[in-house]
């Protein structure tokens, strides 16, 4: 059974930084990518940024490039989002997810977490 635990949201003051951790179990090969999506009541959800099981390679939003660092711990199977000079729009509930290799981590994923809040305030 697929799972993924995510835990590092919070309230932080703009400026501010905050890492997301999201540890996944149940994959049986590395044929995926894995990453934070983002949605705010209202609005479409927005691919952050995701990085390849399989070579490495990374995704990032407009919005996350030169501020968001997405790391993967393969021994421990969980990936690390680092985000720095965070900005009050950055507020939203971030989900970890799933994506097959073949698709974008702006397209809808495969799987997800239960999300975490993330608050910034100005």
């Known amino acids: 059974e697929k799972q993924l635990v995510e835990s590092g949201g919070g309230s932080v003051q703009a400026g501010g930084s905050l890492r997301l951790s999201c540890t996944a179990s149940?994959?049986?090969?590395?044929?995926?990518?894995i990453g934070w999506f983002r949605q705010v009541p209202g609005k479409e959800r927005e691919g952050v940024s995701c990085?390849?099981?399989?070579?490495?390679?990374?995704f990032y939003s407009d919005s996350a490039e030169g501020r968001f660092t997405i790391s993967s711990d393969n021994a421990e199977n969980t990936v690390y989002l680092q985000m720095i000079s965070l900005k009050p729009e950055d507020t939203a509930v971030y989900y970890c997810?799933?994506?097959?290799?073949?698709?974008?981590?702006?397209?809808?994923?495969?799987?997800w977490g239960p999300g975490t809040q993330i608050t910034v305030s100005p």
């Open positions: 149940g994959y049986t090969s590395d044929n995926y990518l």
């Open positions: 990085i390849s099981k399989k070579d490495g390679s990374t």
């Open positions: 997810a799933t994506w097959g290799s073949g698709y974008g981590c702006n397209s809808h994923p495969f799987f």
